[in-house]
């Protein structure tokens, strides 16, 4: 499960499964077959959020890495703590996207104030 992926959800879960890729291609093991993954973009505002995070294990957040990413970031995070959303999630974004600054400001944001744990790999 995605939150978070902006447009069009079959542009965008392509770009998912493009991270997996370049993930796997790193070394990471525990993605295994990228194209095994079945990529399901979920609104922020679905009103199953707090159903499917009772069901579902796996779920990310999609970071942008433009101007706004950071205040988009944090309404999503926002909204999925109001409404019941997952208690942990991995952080997708571009593979350029390094850990420090954005990705590791949303990481401290989403522990200190919202209680979610956010997994970062990028390195």
Not at 92 to 106: E, I, M, T, W
């Amino acid at each position: 499960m995605v939150v978070g992926l902006p447009g069009t959800a079959e542009r965008h879960t392509a770009r998912v499964t493009e991270l997996l890729q370049s993930w796997s291609q790193e070394g990471r093991r525990w993605v295994g077959d990228p194209q095994a993954w079945r990529i399901v973009a979920l609104p922020i505002h679905s009103a199953h959020l707090s159903l499917l995070a009772d069901q579902q294990s796996r779920w990310a957040l999609w970071i942008d890495d433009d101007l706004e990413a950071f205040r988009r970031g944090y309404r999503m995070l926002k909204q999925i703590a109001e409404r019941d959303g997952p208690r942990r999630l991995i952080a997708v974004h571009s593979p350029g996207l390094g850990p420090k600054g954005l990705l590791s400001n949303l990481q401290y944001v989403a522990e200190t104030h919202f209680g979610i744990e956010l997994l970062v790999l990028a390195r």
